[in-house]
């Protein structure tokens, strides 16, 4: 058909942000999902997180980091 080494990317991939950058972005990533939360409009989701122990306020969500990391380790 067609040789697929000719759609292979040879550059070296580069990288934008220093560890430091990513770590930063992280940390406020989950300061957000603390601090702020986010909103879900399905009630069975609110039920579910709240039974994970997240604190539910109307529609809003806060999550807990502790837990986030250990369900992002689980992916």
């Given at each position: 058909?067609?040789?697929?080494?000719?759609?292979?990317?040879?550059?070296?991939?580069?990288?934008?942000?220093?560890?430091?950058?990513?770590?930063?972005i992280?940390?406020?990533?989950?300061?957000?999902?603390?601090?702020?939360?986010?909103?879900?409009?399905?009630p069975?989701?609110?039920?579910?997180?709240?039974?994970?122990?997240?604190?539910?306020?109307?529609?809003?969500?806060?999550?807990?980091?502790?837990?986030?990391?250990?369900?992002?380790?689980k992916?």
């Open positions: 058909l067609f040789d697929a080494a000719v759609w292979k990317n040879r550059l070296q991939p580069y990288d934008i942000l220093s560890p430091e950058d990513v770590e930063a992280h940390g406020q990533a989950m300061t957000i999902l603390e601090e702020i939360g986010i909103d879900f409009l399905h069975r989701a609110r039920d579910l997180l709240s039974g994970a122990g997240m604190k539910v306020e109307d529609d809003r969500v806060r999550f807990d980091r502790g837990w986030v990391l250990e369900m992002a380790a992916t």
